[in-house]
T-cell receptor, first 116, second 111 residues
Framework: EAGVVQSPRYKIIEKKQPVAFWCNPI?????LYWYRQNLGQGPELLIR????????DSQLPKDRFSAERLKGVDSTLKIQPAELGDSAVYLC??????????????FGEGSRLTVL | AQSVTQLGSHVSVSEGALVLLRCNYS??????LFWYVQYPNQGLQLLLK??????LVKGINGFEAEFKKSETSFHLTKPSAHMSDAAEYFC?????????FGKGTHLIIQP
């Protein structure tokens, strides 16, 4: 079974430039998450999708970040314009809904962003 | 609000020694708890999880964890450390919106 696929793995950009990250979740997983992991920290949730709907985006900086999940499968996370503080690893995860919320999250390898 | 605290940002043990990584949680509902491992430049991989039932949970690579409600803890152990165990370990608490993670513990294995 294929895992969560993310691209690009690494991206280096100048500040104020745009950047986009793509995620393909595990087939059949209706829930998709974007996390941001700063150096030396645990992942922090940015946004969660149930199928096509963003059901929790309270931690997404909406002035410069946007996300979409067309057709309830692949997802794209965009930053425009990027700032120095956006340097981090962006992790995508997916899960199947299980009663009681016990389903584990499966993570991709992440996209490491460096803003110069 | 729920939260996870991992005690010790770095833990160093000798190869063959006991590994103990500490995790305490705060939750207003019965918790679902997870341990993940992250190797350099990779994503997070599930080691084990506790949902209900047996409080001692066995995972991959010889790791296990014990859920102690009275202590609000879910510490991760391994009887004998191996060099390949060197990695970052994250404790996670499942909520309605996904996983809330601790800040992680970097495990160093001394030869």
């Amino acid at each position: 079974e294929a895992g969560v696929v993310q691209s690009p793995r690494y991206k280096i950009i100048e500040k104020k430039q745009p950047v986009a990250f793509w995620c393909n979740p595990i087939s059949g997983h209706n829930t998709l998450y974007w996390y941001r992991q700063n150096l030396g920290q645990g992942p922090e949730l940015l946004i969660r999708y149930e199928n096509e709907e963003a059901v929790d985006d309270s931690q997404l900086p909406k002035d410069r970040f946007s996300a979409e999940r067309l057709k309830g499968v692949d997802s794209t996370l965009k930053i425009q314009p990027a700032e120095l503080g956006d340097s981090a690893v962006y992790l995508c995860a997916s899960s199947v809904y299980l009663l009681g919320g016990t389903g584990e999250l499966f993570f991709g390898e992440g996209s490491r962003l460096t803003v110069l | 609000a729920q939260s996870v605290t991992q005690l010790g940002s770095h833990v160093s043990v000798s190869e063959g020694a006991l590994v103990l990584l500490r995790c305490n949680y705060s939750s207003s509902v019965p918790p679902y708890l997870f341990w993940y491992v992250q190797y350099p430049n990779q994503g997070l991989q599930l080691l084990l999880k506790y949902t209900t039932g047996a409080t001692l949970v066995k995972g991959i690579n010889g790791f296990e964890a014990e859920f102690k409600k009275s202590e609000t803890s879910f510490h991760l152990t391994k009887p004998s450390a191996h060099m390949s165990d060197a990695a970052e370990y994250f404790c996670g608490l499942r909520g309605a919106d996904g996983l809330t993670f601790g800040k992680g513990t970097h495990l160093i294995i001394q030869p």
